[in-house]
C-alpha cells in the first residue's frame, strides 16, 4: 500500500467512482471534487501528493485550475496530471505549458492511468535540490559549509538535527511523510515513527520563534511535515 494521496478531479460521477476505485486498488487514498472552485480549496486543504484534473469542469475549466494551482505557494509544486476527451493537439499542449506534468486521453485502461500516476510519484519523489545555498525565509543553509543560519546566526545543531532540517529545506514546499523521513535521516525502514517526532519538536524549538505556532516546520495532519515560511501578522 502506498498511502499516497490523489485528488480526483471529474464532474463524470460514473467514471470519478471508477477511477477512484481503481487507485484505491492499487493502495492510494482518494479525494473527490466535481468542478474547479472545489478542487482549488480541497487542493490548499489535503495538499495531495497528485490531481487528476480533468479538463472539461463546470464553474472553472481545467486550463484555469492548473493555472491557479501553479501560482499558488502552497500548490505549485503538486503534480498534475490531466484527463481529457479532447482531441486537438493544442488542447493538450496549452495545458502542458500552464504546469500539468502529463496528459491521459479518455477513455483510458485503469491499468495505464495508475502507471501513468505511479510514474509521476517516482519522478515527483526524486525533485530534491542539489543546491548549495538554499534559503527559505529566515533560514538558509550552506551545505559547502554544513552550516545552518538563522536570521544571519549559526544554528546549533546536533547531526540528527542537520539531517532533518536538510531533507525537509531540500524539499521545502513539499509534504513528507514520517516514514520517508525516518528512512532518509535514520536509515530505518518501518520502524517506530515516533522518534521523528521528538526530533521535529526539538528543531521546532531552535528555528522557529513560537514553536507552538510555527512559521518554519509545519504539521500536515495525517500525512507528515513540510517546510515553508509562513510570515506572521506582526511582521
Do not use: N
Not at 170 to 187: D, F, N, T, Y
Amino acid at each position: 500500500m502506498t498511502g499516497q494521496r490523489i485528488l480526483i478531479v471529474e464532474d463524470e460521477e460514473a467514471l470519478g467512482d471508477l477511477v477512484a476505485e481503481g487507485l484505491r486498488r492499487h493502495g492510494f487514498s482518494v479525494e473527490r471534487a466535481s468542478d474547479g472552485d472545489t478542487a482549488l480549496d480541497m487542493a490548499e486543504t489535503v495538499l495531495p501528493d497528485l490531481i487528476l484534473l480533468d479538463l472539461m469542469l463546470p464553474k472553472m475549466d481545467g486550463w484555469e485550475v492548473c493555472r491557479r494551482l501553479r501560482s499558488a505557494p502552497a500548490t505549485r509544486d503538486i503534480p498534475v496530471l490531466m484527463l481529457t476527451a479532447r482531441r486537438d493537439e493544442k488542447d493538450v499542449v496549452a495545458g502542458l505549458e500552464l504546469g500539468a506534468d502529463d496528459y491521459v486521453r479518455k477513455p483510458f485502461s485503469m491499468s495505464e492511468l495508475a502507471a501513468r500516476v505511479k510514474a509521476i510519484l517516482r519522478r515527483a519523489s526524486r525533485k530534491v535540490s542539489t543546491e548549495a545555498v538554499i534559503a527559505e525565509g529566515p533560514l538558509t543553509l550552506d551545505a559547502t559549509a554544513q552550516m545552518f543560519y538563522l536570521d544571519q546566526g549559526v544554528l546549533d545543531l546536533s547531526p540528527t538535527e542537520y539531517r532533518l532540517l536538510e531533507t525537509l529545506i531540500r524539499r521545502k514546499g513539499q509534504v513528507i511523510s514520517r516514514e520517508e523521513l525516518l528512512a532518509k535521516v535514520w536509515g530505518y525502514y518501518g520502524g517506530d515513527t515516533r522518534t521523528v517526532d521528538v526530533h521535529v519538536s526539538r528543531l521546532r524549538k531552535k528555528v522557529d520563534p513560537d514553536p507552538e505556532h510555527p512559521r518554519l516546520v509545519h504539521t500536515v495532519r495525517g500525512r507528515g511535515y513540510r517546510l515553508r515560511w509562513e510570515q506572521g501578522d506582526d511582521a
